[in-house]
């Protein structure tokens, strides 16, 4: 099975290495999960496990949850996420998956997703970094402006604005893969996951860590 796990980020630190060279990582509070699901090929068509992350009140959860969750052997839980995979799986329903598969495994470098920050509605010089109009010379109270939206439609068109059009709205709160960030620390005891730089969302965001495609 390929190292992948469900976690919270705790927030950053820093770490210094044998030869004295700071590095900065973020730290993720990392399973442990349960696989409450194994996909086959024979009845799903695809090779996949599903973890569940974090015990949820069985009466915050659906009977439905509660009563997948019992097939597993586990109470409900609050986050279910799915691991495909070429191969079948070294793992069964009702199994753990802990960080210390990452360190087994020898992984170097991770990929992870989450929810970045929201920012609410933006506008277009902190959205997408325009540069605003001139500070002077006749421009009055229009200096964060997006400037002209319709002047570059195509003939026949008529004034309407083209798809795809970098204008102000809503900014942030996407969900974000963070690929190649190499893995500096495995915390087997407090089941910790230190990874060098910053990764998508605030402090306690859910996030999901599993082996870099790009690099072993």
């Known amino acids: ?31 442990p999960c349960t696989v409450t699901q194994v996909r086959t090929p024979e009845r799903d068509g695809y090779h996949a496990v599903q973890l569940g992350f974090e015990d949820a009140k069985p009466h915050r ?11 597993a052997g586990t109470g409900p839980k609050r986050v279910h996420r799915e691991v495909r995979l070429q191969e079948s799986p070294d793992v069964e329903v009702g199994g753990v998956v802990s960080v210390a598969r990452f360190e087994e495994g020898e992984v170097h470098y991770v990929d992870v997703s989450g929810i970045t920050k929201g920012c609410g509605f933006a506008g277009v010089m902190k959205r997408h970094g325009f540069g605003g109009k001139e500070a002077s010379h006749g421009t ?9 939206i319709g002047g570059s439609a195509s003939l026949g068109a008529g004034r309407a604005v083209k ?8 900014m942030g709160h996407v969900r974000v893969t963070a690929r190649n960030h190499r893995l500096i620390a495995v915390d087997k005891d407090h089941d910790l996951l230190l990874i060098e730089g910053s990764v998508p969302g605030p402090n306690g965001g859910l996030l999901f860590i599993r082996q870099a495609k790009c690099k072993g």
């Open 1 to 31: 099975m390929i190292p992948a796990i469900v976690g919270r980020k705790v927030g950053m630190t820093r770490v210094y290495d044998a030869d004295g060279r700071v590095a900065p990582v973020t730290v993720v509070q990392a399973g």
């Open 140 to 148: 009055e109270r229009k200096h964060r402006s997006a400037g002209s």
């Open 61 to 71: 959860s659906s009977k439905a949850l509660i009563g997948h969750a019992a097939k």
């Open 163 to 170: 798809k795809g059009k970098r204008m102000a709205g809503h």
